[in-house]
């Protein structure tokens, strides 16, 4: 009766059949020691035969208490302060002994974390700027030490996470490059690389090159628009697509529109009124190069520092637009970036059912004074259209020198305001809690680059205002025309709850005990 009155029962079972087991690893422990000693012909310093045979020995010593245990050898108590201190020997003698250890004399610091650590020139001009503005950085060539952002506070992209999100590794996933529409939402503003990306400008050089990327959108903006699509597959396609204009659309979900005001949906602009437009393909010069080469460190290369689509001649584009009912007239909206004062030229065709047309865009080059990284538009009329499906194509030649951005077609031309809805600017930015002072010309929504997630709540002006996932992973609140205050805070609902059993679960014992007393 060793351990109590099931000694032939469901316990003395499980401890016979849990000592057959152990013998049964021993032995499997020892069979692969033995194979990798002949097969392999791996020293047996190797670690994994010297980890092997640990296991081996541990797992023999605890079988022998068991069987010790079961003829009544040893009692209950005795097996189990033996195995603690079983357990004990084994963490004392394994956790981190394989680990070198770089020790620093008393009061001084460790030179291999300083030499690790230590700031780049790089580093430091990135932090002097961000006295100045609020962005990220992406370390594409790796020129930093890995979770660089939490050593040196600088924001980045990118980092190490045991929490990090499914939905922020898909958005991810559009586009890892410096010139993608994923990096520009994620206000990715300046990276770090040893390669050069067509069009960006190099603004540091003193050691690691820093770059600066122009499409990058500011930590909060004012989305001039928004779109509808029902599923996130297609939301993806569409940010990924030269359809998408960073900053200035916002794309919603259909069943985010329950949790607007209709007043507001009203008054916003819907960039998808009145047209179906999708995209059938598009391509970049670097993407037909990488299909050339068979040279995998260069495929790697053209993947992730390829310039932004409509950057690089021999960039295309193709899409699909139908009116949902005949239109007196139609448009062409290009976004670019002149690179010159000269005029570009885009040339343009047009498909349909009575038949093609082509013409040329004109895009007027970089007026005097303006600085460079704000984009332009271009308009060009389509026409009158009949309901139908129509196919537009596009390709930048050397005729245009413009680094092209985003292309819309609309059924209608877009009022003078819609191109300059208002500013927002980041008053307070803390962990939980982010302020904005937002100023605007009509109702639109305010975005913030920052991960939508559940627990965020959002203020206009003191009084609680919808908060609704945009850009796939994205914060959007909707606000009306005029001058606001926006707060963004964050209080998980869960956490709430199991504060409040918590507590409660303390509070009641005290509460029983005090009553019982006052009782007495």
């Known amino acids: 009766q060793s351990y109590g009155a099931a000694h032939q029962g469901v316990l003395g079972v499980f401890v016979r059949r849990a000592g057959w087991g152990m013998a049964w690893l021993v032995l499997c422990c020892w069979v692969l020691v033995v194979a990798a000693r002949t097969l392999k012909e791996l020293p047996m310093a190797h670690p994994y035969l010297t980890a092997a045979a640990d296991l081996s020995i541990y797992l023999a010593i605890l079988g022998a208490l068991l069987f010790a245990l079961q003829v009544g050898k040893i009692g209950a108590s005795v097996f189990g302060v033996l195995v603690v201190g079983l357990t004990l020997l084994d963490l004392a003698s394994h956790v981190s002994v394989r680990i070198p250890r770089v020790a620093a004399a008393p009061g001084q610091k460790s030179p291999a974390v300083e030499k690790v650590w230590a700031m780049p020139r790089a580093a430091h001009y990135l932090r002097s700027l961000r006295q100045k503005e609020v962005f990220r950085v992406s370390d594409y060539s790796e020129a930093f030490?890995?979770?660089?952002?939490?050593?040196?506070?600088?924001?980045?992209?990118?980092?190490?996470?045991?929490?990090?999100?499914?939905?922020?590794?898909?958005?991810?996933?559009?586009?890892?490059?410096?010139?993608?529409?994923?990096?520009?939402?994620?206000?990715?503003?300046?990276?770090?690389?040893?390669?050069?990306v067509p069009g960006m400008p190099k603004v540091f050089e003193d050691g690691d090159a820093v770059y600066r990327n122009p499409r990058a959108v500011p930590r909060a903006f004012v989305a001039e628009r928004y779109r509808v699509m029902a599923g996130e597959e297609e939301i993806l396609d569409w940010i990924r697509s030269p359809l998408f204009a960073p900053g200035e659309t916002v794309i919603l979900k259909e069943e985010d529109l329950n949790a607007l005001p209709a007043a507001f949906l009203r008054e916003a602009s819907r960039e998808s009124a009145g047209m179906r437009v999708r995209p059938l393909g598009y391509t970049t010069a670097a993407e037909r190069e990488r299909e050339k080469t068979n040279d995998t460190e260069l495929q790697n290369l053209l993947t992730v520092f390829q310039a932004p689509w409509g950057w690089s001649n021999g960039d295309d584009l193709e899409l699909s637009f139908a009116p949902e009912s005949p239109l007196p007239e139609c448009y062409l909206i290009v976004t670019y970036y002149p690179s010159a004062s000269g005029v570009s030229r885009l040339q343009i065709r047009v498909d349909g059912a009575s038949g093609s047309t082509t013409f040329s865009v004109e895009l007027?080059?970089?007026?005097?004074?303006?600085?460079?990284?704000?984009?332009?538009?271009?308009?060009?009329?389509?026409?009158?259209?009949?309901?139908?499906?129509?196919?537009?194509?596009?390709?930048?030649?050397?005729?245009?020198?413009?680094?092209?951005?985003?292309?819309?077609?609309?059924?209608?031309?877009?009022?003078?305001?819609?191109?300059?809805?208002?500013?927002?600017?980041?008053?307070?930015?803390?962990?939980?809690?982010?302020?904005?002072?937002?100023?605007?010309?009509?109702?639109?929504?305010?975005?913030?680059?920052?991960?939508?997630?559940?627990?965020?709540?959002?203020?206009?002006?003191?009084?609680?205002?919808?908060?609704?996932?945009?850009?796939?992973?994205?914060?959007?609140?909707?606000?009306s025309a005029g001058r606001h205050e926006?707060?963004?805070?964050?209080?998980?609902?869960?956490?709430?709850?199991?504060?409040?059993?918590?507590?409660?679960?303390?509070?009641t014992p005290a509460l029983v005990f005090l009553y019982r007393r006052r009782k007495r």
């Open 145 to 196: 030490p890995p979770n660089f952002g939490d050593g040196w506070r600088i924001e980045e992209t990118m980092g190490s996470s045991a929490t990090a999100l499914v939905r922020y590794f898909a958005f991810r996933g559009i586009g890892w490059g410096p010139g993608s529409n994923a990096s520009a939402l994620l206000n990715a503003r300046y990276f770090v690389s040893r390669t050069p």
């Open 364 to 479: 007027p080059g970089l007026e005097s004074g303006l600085p460079p990284d704000l984009p332009a538009r271009a308009v060009a009329k389509l026409g009158p259209l009949v309901a139908g499906e129509f196919r537009l194509r596009l390709a930048k030649t050397e005729a245009c020198s413009a680094y092209l951005d985003s292309v819309r077609v609309t059924a209608a031309l877009p009022p003078a305001e819609e191109q300059n809805p208002g500013t927002v600017a980041v008053t307070s930015f803390a962990p939980n809690r982010i302020k904005l002072a937002a100023s605007l010309t009509r109702p639109a929504f305010v975005v913030l680059s920052e991960v939508y997630y559940p627990g965020w709540e959002a203020t206009v002006d003191g009084r609680p205002a919808p908060l609704v996932n945009g850009d796939y992973i994205l914060r959007a609140v909707p606000v």
């Open 486 to 507: 926006v707060v963004l805070r964050f209080r998980s609902r869960p956490f709430q709850l199991g504060l409040t059993i918590s507590l409660t679960t303390l509070a």
